[in-house]
C-alpha cells in the first residue's frame, strides 16, 4: 500500500478533531465556562462563544475531510489534491487559531502541545500535495 503514510496522518487528524467536537458538543457549557475563565484577561474574553463555535465548525469539516480523503485514497488511486488534502490544510487552519489562543492566554504548555499536533497536520499537507 503507496498511501499507507497519508492515511494515518489523515486517521490521525480525523481522530482528533471529530473527538474534540463532539466532546465540545457533548459539553458544551462546559467549555464556555471553562474557556471563559481561561480567556478572561485577554482579548477574547467578551467572544469565547462565538470563537468556541467557530473552532467546532472547522474541527468538524477538517474530521470530515480527512475520513472523506481516506475514503478516497482507499476508492481512487492515485489521489492528488483530494479531500485529504483540504482536510489537512484545515487541520492546519484550526490548529493555527487554537495556538494562537493559547499564546494569548500565555498557555505555553498548551501552546507546545499543539504543535506537536500541527506537524503531523503539516506532513499530512505535504505527503497530499
Given amino acids: ?3 499507507a503514510a497519508p492515511i494515518l496522518v489523515l486517521a490521525l487528524l480525523a481522530i482528533t478533531f471529530l473527538q474534540s467536537g463532539y466532546d465540545k458538543i457533548k459539553d458544551w457549557k462546559g467549555n464556555v465556562e471553562w474557556l471563559k475563565s481561561h480567556f478572561a484577561t485577554t482579548i477574547l474574553a467578551k467572544q469565547v ?6 473552532v467546532l ?4 469539516v477538517a474530521g470530515v475531510l480527512c475520513v472523506s480523503g481516506i475514503i478516497q ?4 488511486q492515485p489521489v492528488t489534491k483530494g479531500l485529504g488534502y483540504y482536510g489537512a490544510i484545515v487541520s492546519c487552519v484550526t490548529l493555527l487559531l487554537l495556538l494562537f ?10 501552546a507546545r502541545t499543539i504543535v506537536i499536533y500541527f506537524i503531523p497536520a503539516v506532513l499530512g499537507v505535504f505527503l497530499l500535495s
Fill in 1 to 3: 500500500m503507496t498511501d
Fill in 101 to 110: 489562543g493559547q499564546r494569548l492566554a500565555k498557555d505555553y504548555d498548551g
Fill in 57 to 60: 465548525l472547522l474541527e468538524i
Fill in 49 to 54: 462563544p462565538q470563537a468556541l463555535m467557530i
Fill in 73 to 76: 485514497l482507499f476508492v481512487q
